[in-house]
Nanobody, 122 residues
Framework: QVQLVESGGGSGQAGGSLKLSCAFSGNPYGNCMAWFRQAPGKAREAVATTNDYGTLSYADAVKGRFTISKDNAKSTLDLQMNSLKPEDTAMYYC?????????????????WGQGTQVTVSS
């Protein structure tokens, strides 16, 4: 049973930084993991995805500002968010697939955390 628990959300100023962390258990090595976000009234969107085989991808809106990293020794998936913008305000979710192939389509991820809120003020 895969379990995902996010932490690290909160409030920040535009131009500042926040770091999100997802503690995972029961997730086999290599499977794709991702951070998604969902703002009020908007569809859930992939922010960044990674697996253990060198795959990394970012949404255009966060390229150069956000960094996803996975630490298997600590069983954590982090999202370092720099140069924050008010439009980054959303609920952020950690998610995992049951295969290494990464994708940005939420229905392809069977495992989800409860989410952590990020609010960026101008």
């Amino acid at each position: 049973q895969v379990q995902l628990v996010e932490s690290g959300g909160g409030s920040g100023q535009a131009g500042g930084s926040l770091k999100l962390s997802c503690a995972f258990s029961g997730n086999p090595y290599g499977n794709c993991m991702a951070w998604f976000r969902q703002a009020p009234g908007k569809a859930r969107e992939a922010v960044a995805t990674t697996n253990d085989y060198g795959t990394l991808s970012y949404a255009d809106a966060v390229k150069g500002r956000f960094t996803i990293s996975k630490d298997n020794a600590k069983s954590t998936l982090d999202l370092q968010m720099n140069s924050l913008k008010p439009e980054d305000t959303a609920m952020y979710y950690c998610a995992a697939r049951s295969k290494p192939t990464c994708d940005s389509d939420p229905p392809l991820f069977p495992y989800w955390g409860q989410g952590t809120q990020v609010t960026v003020s101008s």
